[in-house]
């Protein structure tokens, strides 16, 4: 209804915060513009998304608008900044081989809310098996299946330490696993692949240097959840 779309554009506004200042940064006057305007914005696009999924021929598949409210914001917003836009610090992290595999498992997780850093991955993952155990294996193994496969596809330690390489496949594994779908060996199993499709996504999309923020896991979980839609075995939640 009207209050859960109104709820629902909160996180999105939120996320749209932070992206303006990963893009822009925090120093000049229109990065707070920006960033409000953009909160506002996802109000409507959420709306939209919403219409789109309830209102058409795809009412059948029940697909969730997820975060696509944010990334339709952030995008529009982002392209539109361009000349504005300023580069990312340097990161401290360590880019030897063995570390950055350790550390991509928790920065896979901090970076869906843009930030790069273990600490903050260790807590969000902490809060996710402390509010759900299921949720934390799930976000776990995205973020595990999603780094190997970065690793195979040759991607840079440092981009690996950094949780740029595989950040969408931790929220494609909580959505397909427990969230989506029911829980089932069925959905767990239904979900590795998915995973690796969404990091083989977010690596192409991020090595052409496309904006990405959670666009392979959107696009990703969409396309699995019309699949899943003609299989007995996977229940929607």
Not at 75 to 81: C, F, K, P, Q
Not at 89 to 111: C, G, H, K, R, Y
Request: proline residues 5%.
């Amino acid at each position: 209804d009207g209050f859960d779309l109104f709820a629902a554009a909160f996180p999105a506004g939120t996320l749209v915060g932070a992206a303006v200042f990963a893009a822009v940064g925090g120093d000049a006057w229109y990065s707070y513009v920006l960033a409000f305007a953009g909160g506002i914005a996802s109000g409507p696009v959420t709306w939209l998304v919403n219409a789109l999924f309830t209102k058409t021929p795809l009412k059948k598949f029940d697909l969730p608008y997820t975060t696509a409210p944010f990334c339709i914001t952030a995008t529009i917003i982002a392209l539109s900044t361009l000349q504005l836009a300023v580069k990312a610090p340097a990161s401290d992290l360590p880019d030897e081989p063995a570390i950055a595999f350790l550390l991509s498992l928790l920065t896979n997780v901090s970076q869906v809310v843009l930030v790069d850093s273990p600490i903050a991955g260790a807590l969000i993952l902490l809060g996710l098996f402390i509010a759900n155990w299921k949720v934390g294996i799930a976000a776990l193994m995205g973020s595990v299946v999603g780094s190997v496969t970065a690793i195979i596809m040759g991607e840079s330690w440092s981009t690996l330490a950094n949780g740029l390489a595989n950040y969408s496949g931790v929220l494609t594994a909580i959505a397909l696993a427990v969230t989506f779908l029911k829980s089932s060996t069925a959905s767990w199993l239904y979900a590795l692949p998915w995973i690796v499709i969404t990091a083989v996504v977010q690596l192409l999309m991020h090595r052409e240097g496309v904006i990405t923020y959670t666009w392979p896991y959107i696009l990703t979980t969409w396309v699995a959840l019309v699949f899943a839609y003609f299989f007995a075995g996977l229940k929607r939640s």
